[in-house]
């Protein structure tokens, strides 16, 4: 089969499925594994699909932007997992920023205890914090609908009236060249000042966010240490020749 045919018959039944295993493409393309997974790093390189663990996937659409229901359904124990190693980083005497997130949101039960204090733009974090006795403050600006997150000229504005040893930062991909992206600037300018104003800031991801890029640019990837769940082999070397990275399998 010629590659041109392969091409076509494995964007077809992403179109279809969303997510595609390699051993699928194989059976449908008739085809062995390498040359599939050449396939995959050509279309990829023309950025017609993204390569995960074990197959492919549509790449997201720049400006799509699930809500804050939507994204608590996927990912649950990776999130979790994350979340859980993220809180273990945060010491007695902490001042940390804790972004609007789902990830973010998971850190909040393993921050029980600590004598720490928190600032937040997450409106969904807020009964959670106060359930596990956790001092914070709210920023103030405009309540984004979808994400529940505080942004605009006056979560920037109260925002920069702080400084934080650690900054916890949730994005909507992670790439090797692009950096650290969201689909939303004004969200982007918050999540970058909070990074300028911490010692130390942490972007918290989950494999799927992995090799993706949204439309407003949060930071290069060298200004935030990666915490994730898996990272395939082969993109070790392109991420952690530009940040450290942490992952997270248990």
């Known amino acids: 089969m010629l590659t041109e045919e392969r091409h076509r018959i494995i964007l077809e039944l992403l179109a279809e499925k969303e997510v595609v295993k390699l051993q699928e493409l194989v059976e449908a393309t008739n085809s062995s594994e390498s040359t599939i997974r050449r396939d995959l790093t050509q279309l990829e390189k023309e950025k017609k699909l993204r390569r995960i663990h074990g197959g492919a996937t549509l790449l997201q659409k720049k400006r799509e932007e699930l809500s804050v229901l939507e994204k608590s359904t996927k990912h649950i124990q990776e999130k979790k997992r994350i979340a859980e190693y993220a809180a273990s980083l945060v010491q007695n005497g902490d001042c940390i920023y804790l972004d609007a997130g789902t990830t973010t949101f998971e850190m909040i039960p393993h921050l029980h205890g600590k004598d720490i204090v928190v600032v937040t733009n997450g409106i969904m974090h807020l009964d959670m914090l106060l359930e596990y006795d956790v001092p914070t403050y709210l920023l103030g600006g405009f309540m984004k609908k979808k994400t529940k997150a505080l942004i605009g000229r006056g979560a920037l504005q109260s925002l920069k009236s702080y400084s934080f040893d650690k900054c916890f930062i949730g994005a909507n991909g ?58 395939a082999e082969e993109w070790l070397e392109p991420y952690k020749a530009k940040t450290a990275v942490e992952v997270v399998t248990k």
Do not use: R
């Open 174 to 231: 992670v790439h090797y060249e692009y950096g650290y992206t969201t689909p939303d600037p004004e969200e982007a300018m918050v999540k970058y000042t909070a990074m300028q104003l911490s010692q130390k800031a942490y972007v918290l991801a989950d494999h799927s966010k992995l090799n993706e890029s949204a439309f407003a640019k949060i930071a290069e990837l060298h200004e935030a240490t990666l915490i994730t769940n898996e990272l």
